[in-house]
Every structure is written in structure tokens, then in C-alpha cells.
């Protein structure tokens, strides 16, 4: 079974060529307009959200905060004997711990980062 060009049988190698590259430039013309649509929201959405990472660090931070504050809780209420779900607690607690060891990579590789900018030379 052999492959014929994009129109079938009754084209000629040159002939699907040519309707390839006209595909391709409409598609390539298709994305430069949507690029110029979408670059005046992109440049307001950019100055609009000052301290982006600040705030995506702190709420990164303040999940991890919340896991490891319920893993205490049903810790201690497995301890008491409020709740007997073993597989919950332990579940908080693995949930707690990937979190804290998240974070710890990540301001690892901050420090890192920082350290590495603080040896360039100016």
C-alpha cells in the first residue's frame, strides 16, 4: 500500500507540496494574529500582579502550614481515642510530610539560586 499526496491520487508530488506550504503559512499567519491579539493582555496582566511571587510563595507556604496543622489535629484526636480511622491519621501525617519536604527542596534551591547571583561578577 503506498501513500499518495494530500489530495489523493490525481495530485502530483508538487502539486501537494505546494498545498502544504500554503497549510503551513495560513497556520503560521493564523498564530501571528492571535499573538498580536494576546500580547496587550499579557503586558497589562504582567504590571498588574507585582509581588506574583511573593504571593504564590506565601500561599504555597500557608498550605503546607494547614496540612501539617490537620495531621496534628487528627494525631491528637486518634491519640485520644476520638476518631479509631488509623489510615486517615497516617495519611495527614504522609501528606504533611511530602509538603515540609516540598518546601525544604524549594528553599534549597532558592538559597542556592541566591548564592549563585551573589558570586556573579558586575
Known amino acids: 500500500m503506498s501513500i499518495s499526496g494530500i489530495g489523493g491520487a490525481g495530485f502530483s508530488n508538487a502539486a501537494g507540496l505546494r498545498e502544504i506550504m500554503q497549510l503551513r503559512q495560513q497556520v503560521i499567519d493564523k498564530s501571528q494574529i492571535l499573538q498580536q491579539v494576546h500580547a496587550p493582555q499579557a503586558q ?9 511571587f511573593t504571593g504564590t510563595l506565601k500561599s504555597a507556604l500557608d498550605s503546607v502550614n494547614a496540612s501539617q496543622s490537620r495531621a496534628d489535629q ?10 479509631q480511622d488509623v489510615a ?4 495527614a501525617r504522609q501528606e504533611a510530610s511530602v509538603g515540609f519536604e516540598t518546601t525544604l527542596q ?3 534551591k532558592l538559597l542556592s539560586a541566591y548564592q549563585d547571583i551573589m558570586k556573579m561578577g558586575v
Not at 45 to 52: D, F, M, N, P, Q
Not at 74 to 83: N, V
Not at 88 to 91: A, I, N, S
Request: glycine residues 16%.
Open 44 to 52: 497589562a496582566s504582567g504590571t498588574a500582579s507585582e509581588g506574583g
Open 106 to 108: 524549594v528553599r534549597n
Open 88 to 91: 486517615k491519621v497516617m495519611l
Open 74 to 83: 487528627l494525631t491528637s484526636a486518634y491519640e485520644t481515642g476520638q476518631t
